[in-house]
């Protein structure tokens, strides 16, 4: 089966600090570029992050500045979403993804009270 599966989500307050993970399974992970992107109720998914399958490279949206870093251990078949100085405009839905397999996981909910 493959399929990934998102954790680490919940409350946090503004300033705050998240880390999001997604474990990827039935699929060899190290070969893929994967995504992090997010959906907030009434709004259009956004792209926040790429990490490449090599995890050296990896590209953010300007809409999340400096504050997310992303981050692979292929060993442990698993990708990271370091948010940090949270704001309540990061609550979202957050979804890791693998463009070429058009997979998605379940979501993680964020929220950022003020």
């Known amino acids: 089966q493959v399929q990934l599966v998102e954790s680490g989500g919940g409350l946090a307050q503004s300033g705050g600090s998240l880390r999001l993970s997604c474990v990827g399974s039935g699929f060899t992970f190290r070969d893929y570029a994967m995504d992090w992107y997010r959906q907030a109720p009434g709004k259009e998914r956004e792209l926040v992050a790429r990490?490449?399958?090599?995890?050296?490279?990896?590209y953010y949206s300007t809409s999340v500045n400096g504050r997310f870093t992303g981050s692979r251990d292929n060993d442990k078949n698993t990708l990271y979403l370091q948010m940090n100085s949270l704001k309540p405009e990061d609550t979202a839905l957050y979804y890791c993804h693998v463009p070429s397999l058009k997979l998605w996981g379940q979501g993680t909910q964020v929220t950022v009270s003020s």
């Open positions: 990490i490449v399958s090599a995890g050296s490279s990896v």
